[in-house]
């Protein structure tokens, strides 16, 4: 296996050490320790902290996007079974994480936008990129027939993305699963049921 150069290490690590600490929390000489690399290498990469979360952000939402390839564009699955798989299979990294971290698109929202415009369009991007995921798969399951018609697929996918990260908000300061359990029963039984 190739040995990831410094760039790499620094993008890996800090995806981490982002979502762990946050923005305003992790220092570029934090942030350098973390990928055991020199605190020089930083600059010789990223021109700032700025454009670094934006990169980090995007590695991020790749992962984010293998797991919807993996669960909500997973064709052969019902659309409704395709949320559950999604919303199980975060619970999972959760869970594994102690409750203690959420989502770091959530995370950076919460803490970026007055600060960053930069990093604030960003964000509006990657909200959009799920939000549109999400809404994909509310259609086809309003298609076949299994999620109520009466409500517009983009404003259920909004919705349910705005929900989501309150539940996780909520479950860092619990630090327990309870929100999320919460988040799901309620989801599945009200905004994703099957039509009247």
Not at 14 to 23: C, D
Not at 59 to 67: C, E, V
Request: hydrophobic share 45%; with cysteine.
């Amino acid at each position: 296996m190739a040995r990831l150069s410094l760039r790499e290490k620094i993008i890996e690590s800090g995806v981490q050490t982002l979502h762990e600490r946050g923005y305003s929390g992790a220092g570029v000489r934090e942030i350098t320790a973390d990928a055991g690399v020199p605190q020089g290498c930083f600059t010789n990469h990223f021109r700032s902290k700025e454009a670094f979360a934006g990169v980090v952000l995007d590695r991020y939402h790749l992962r984010t996007q293998a797991l919807m390839d993996a669960t909500l564009r997973d064709e052969r699955l019902p659309a409704i079974d395709r949320i559950r798989a999604y919303f199980d299979e975060i619970t999972r990294w959760l869970e594994e994480a102690g409750w203690r971290y959420g989502c770091l698109v959530g995370n950076l929202s919460l803490e970026m936008p007055e600060h960053s415009e930069l990093l604030r369009g960003h964000l509006i991007e990657v909200c959009r990129s799920l939000t549109d995921a999400f809404a994909d798969v509310v259609r086809i399951g309003q298609a076949q027939g299994e999620i109520r018609l009466d409500l517009d697929a983009d404003d259920v996918a909004t919705f349910l993305l705005a929900a989501w990260e309150g539940a996780m908000m909520r479950m860092k300061v619990d630090r327990s699963p309870q929100p999320i359990e919460q988040f799901k029963r309620v989801l599945f039984a009200t905004v994703l049921a099957p039509p009247l």
